[in-house]
Structures are given as C-alpha cells and as structure tokens.
C-alpha cells in the first residue's frame, strides 16, 4: 500500500473472533483519513477490507489445552512457539509500517506489547463486565480508547471514569437511515404488524450459531409469524418448526431484513449497526460472549432507546412480549439508530480527532 505524508499511518490490529473487528477495520479504512494497514489472522480478511487496505497475515495464537492460570491479571499468555511467532510478526508488521499510532480490537496482551514496544496505543472499548485488572490496566495504560457507539449507550461509572479519554465513534451511515423512521416494509398491510409479521434473524459468526431448540422456542411463542433465519444454526438436523425457515448465511443480510416487517438480531456491534439500518422495528438477541458483553449492550439498548431484548437460550424469555411491543413502537428502533450510527462525514471527524488526541 502506498503511503502519504499528509496522512498518519495507522496498524489496526483486528481480533480473529467473528467477523465484527474486520468491519469496523474497514469502517476505518474507508474514511480515506490513513494509510492504513490490518494486522490479523482472520481467514476473511482479504475478503471484507477495501482493496487498497494494507494488510499483514498473522501466524495464529492458539495454543490448544492452555488454561490461564488462577492468579494470573490478564487473559491469554501461553508459551511456546506459537506465541513467539505471533508477536515477531507482529512486531515486524510495525517495523515495517513505522504506524504513527497504532489502533487495538481487540486484545489486552496485543495493546499492552506495542505499546511497551514504543508504540502509541488506542484501545476499543467494549460493552460488558471489564473491571478485571488486565481491562483495567490496557484502559490505563492505553494513549486513548474508543467505542463503536454513541455516549448515550456508554455505563455511566465507566464513562465517568474514562470518558475524558474516549472517542465515541459509532458506525457511519451509508444508508441515508438517519434521515428515515422505522416502519413495516414496503407494500406489507397494516394488519402485517401484529398478524403475519415477517421476521427475519440474522445469527452472528462470532459464537457459532444459535441453536435451533432456542429459535424454535422463539417461533413457537409468535406461531402467527414467519420466521427466517439467516446465518449459522446450531443442531440444525433437528425438527424446524413450520413457520421458520432456515436460510443459511446469505451475502445480502441488509436486504433480508428490508424486506422482513422486523429484524431480531444478535447484541453485537456491527449486527445492531446493520439492523438499524435496515429501518425495521428491532429485537435484540444476545448470544454468548466474553464477559456478557451482548447481555450488557442489549441491556444499555433498552435502557437508551427502549428497544426489547430476549437472551437465546433463556427458557423464560418472552419472545412474544418483545415483538409485539417493536412492532408497536418502532421508533424505539429510530432512537437506538441516533444512538449507533453517525453522518459518514461526521465518522471520518471523529476518527481524526481520536489519532489526533494521541499525535497532539
């Protein structure tokens, strides 16, 4: 990738987990505010970044049978070669990119090298329980942090701690959504709202999947709707209720959803970034992550912007109760979009302005 000297070079690292890190990397990339280089070993890279992104492959970090030890202050710190390799990569990706700052999501061990390595560090922030000592050290130590969403979403004890220093970034709009109200697709009957909605669920790539007991457990309470379900199902041999239907992953998620009268998706940034841009009343479905990270943004997401949530795999979670009250309050979908998403132009300023609290 060529470099300009009016522009700072930047090495964003992308964590391999789902494909999330990937999107906002690109998010960062297309802003055309950096000569920016990727440093992942995430299969999909070469495939979601814009083609002119820098991009280095690094060896993977998994050490199978490690278990961290019970005293230990940060997350994943085998030995061995793996490890060795990954960090000399890592490090020769930043001696060869000479990064002005050097951007993290996200990783405490990752954040933590290169800045002991010399480099200026901003960290991403992200939703859940991180009062652990090694997400209280890299949100020290880090030169700045941001959030792929607006303040309003933010906990108030962290933000009133580390606000100072964070960049609430959001996701840019490409869609013109926050120009639109949420509503039911185009051509749908009034009576589609509350009779014969049609759903569409996009499961996320970073957990493997929801199971199909817990779709089906959803459907059975909303029997009146049609449930289509987009991207990876867990047990998916097994019975499929008769109003759902399992259509895989597919390339056009934001298409699915337009053309559904509601959208249930999972609690992660980039779903929900997608999912109120579709323009569709929303539910929020949190699945499994690190620190509770989706259960604590769909619980910020309520609090916010109103919207409901079901946890996948809650056994007493009121589906039924949920989409009635999108479907009835499709703003609340409006109001979390305010919250998420950001003028494209707006988005470029804010990411300029994080690079250049670190570079003064």
């Known amino acids: 990738m060529s470099t300009s000297p009016s522009r700072p070079r ?3 690292y992308a964590h391999d987990h789902g494909l999330g890190h990937l999107h906002h990397a690109a998010r960062a990339a297309g802003t055309g505010a950096f000569d920016l280089t990727v440093a992942t070993s995430a299969a999909r890279a070469a495939e979601v970044l814009p083609a002119a992104t820098g991009l280095r492959m690094l060896p993977s970090d998994v050490v199978p049978g490690h278990r961290q030890p019970s005293g230990s202050r940060l997350h994943y710190t085998p030995t061995g070669p793996v ?20 951007v993290v999501d996200v990783s405490v061990e990752t954040a933590l ?3 002991l390595a010399g480099y200026p560090v901003i960290h991403r922030r992200m939703h859940g329980d991180r009062t652990d000592p090694g997400h209280e050290l890299v949100y020290a130590e880090s030169d700045h942090l941001i959030a792929h969403y607006g303040a309003g979403l933010e906990e108030p004890g962290w933000r009133r701690r580390f606000g100072a220093k964070t960049t609430f970034l959001g996701a840019p709009d490409t869609s013109g959504r926050l120009g639109r109200r949420a509503g039911p697709r185009a051509g749908a009957p009034s009576a589609a709202r509350t009779t014969r909605p049609e759903i569409a669920v996009v499961t996320g790539t970073g957990g493997g999947g929801v199971r199909l007991a817990d779709l089906a457990r959803a459907a059975g309470q909303v029997p009146g ?10 047990g998916a041999d097994g019975a499929v209720p008769p109003n759902m239907v399992l259509h895989g992953w597919t390339d056009d998620v934001a298409g699915r959803m337009r053309a559904a009268d509601l959208a249930v998706v999972s609690a992660g ?5 997608d999912a109120t841009g579709s323009a569709r009343p929303l539910v929020l479905a949190p699945e499994e992550r690190p620190f509770d990270e989706q259960d604590h943004f769909a619980a910020a997401a309520q609090s916010a912007a109103g919207v409901p949530w079901c946890r996948w795999g809650d056994e007493s979670a009121d589906w039924a109760g949920a989409v009635e009250t999108a479907l009835q309050d499709p703003a609340s979908a409006d109001r979390l979009a305010a919250e998420v998403l950001t003028e494209p132009g707006e988005y470029r300023h ?4 994080a690079v250049g609290q670190v570079l003064g």
């Open 83 to 102: 490890i060795r390799d990954r960090f000399a990569a890592l490090l020769e990706a930043a001696r060869t990119v000479r990064p002005d700052v050097a």
């Open 10 to 12: 930047v090495l964003y």
């Open 225 to 234: 709707a049609r449930w289509h379900v987009y991207g990876p199902v867990r």
């Open 113 to 115: 090298f290169l800045r």
């Open 350 to 353: 804010r990411w300029e302005a």
């Open 269 to 273: 940034y980039s779903a929900v970034a």
